[in-house]
T-cell receptor
Framework: KQEVTQIPAALSVPEGENLVLNCSFT??????LQWFRQDPGKGLTSLLL?????REQTSGRLNASLDKSSGRSTLYIAASQPGDSATYLC?????????????FGEGTQLTVNP | NAGVTQTPKFRVLKTGQSMTLLCAQD?????MYWYRQDPGMGLRLIHY???????AKGEVPDGYNVSRLKKQNFLLGLESAAPSQTSVYFC????????????????FGQGTRLTVV
């Protein structure tokens, strides 16, 4: 059974710092991996989707990488801002369920201090 | 473009009452999902559907039923609510991975906060 882990559970950084969030998964047989952002009391907002054949995706100050063979993904946030404060979740689509399901990590709660 | 819309946004139920949560998407997505989110437990899949007229159990299906009579709608029912079902419920949708030339990102609704007393 696929399991997804995000470490650390919480992270606090000063504004302007570059930072990396980690996501690991136990089974490398995935179709894709997606990073989300969740603000308190809100739904999940999709940030980036990486297909299993890709190594990375970029959107603005965000860069997500995927190393499928080692079961790892990282989300790099450049020049962090207080508005980046949120919980970041990663999710994989395992091949064991024919890609019909998403399996989530528990998230990293990020606080960017002014 | 409304995306994924959940109704209602908040609800308080008494133990034993029933209710239906409605999820509607306007993106013509094949896949639809119901998750619950609880502190310390992350997002857990309740039920999902890979197309109109189909449903399947997720990780925590007990106490819930679903129906997908129309492609754009996915209903989650609680027949006899229990305090353990107090949670935030999220609906999501995406294209099938087997659709050609589409973005298979999953999109989420804003959630339904349910309290069972």
């Amino acid at each position: 059974k696929q399991e997804v882990t995000q470490i650390p559970a919480a992270l606090s950084v000063p504004e302007g710092e570059n930072l990396v969030l980690n996501c690991s998964f136990t089974d490398s047989a995935i179709y894709n991996l997606q990073w989300f952002r969740q603000d308190p009391g809100k739904g999940l907002t999709s940030l980036l989707l990486i297909q299993s054949s890709q190594r990375e995706q970029t959107s603005g100050r965000l860069n997500a990488s995927l190393d499928k063979s080692s079961g790892r993904s990282t989300l790099y946030i450049a020049a962090s801002q207080p508005g980046d404060s949120a919980t970041y979740l990663c999710a994989v689509r395992p091949k064991e369920t024919s890609g019909s399901r998403l399996t989530f990590g528990e998230g990293t709660q990020l606080t960017v201090n002014p | 473009n409304a995306g994924v819309t959940q109704t209602p946004k908040f609800r308080v139920l008494k133990t034993g009452q029933s209710m239906t949560l409605l999820c509607a998407q306007d993106m013509n997505h094949e896949y639809m999902y119901w998750y619950r989110q609880d502190p310390g437990m992350g997002l857990r899949l309740i039920h999902y559907s890979v197309g109109e007229g189909t449903t399947a159990k997720g990780e925590v299906p007990d106490g819930y039923n679903v129906s997908r009579l129309k492609k754009q709608n996915f209903l989650l029912g609680l027949e006899s609510a229990a305090p353990s079902q107090t949670s935030v419920y999220f609906c999501a949708s995406s294209y099938s991975l087997w659709s050609a030339d589409v973005n298979t990102e999953a999109f989420f609704g804003q959630g339904t906060r349910l309290t069972v007393v």
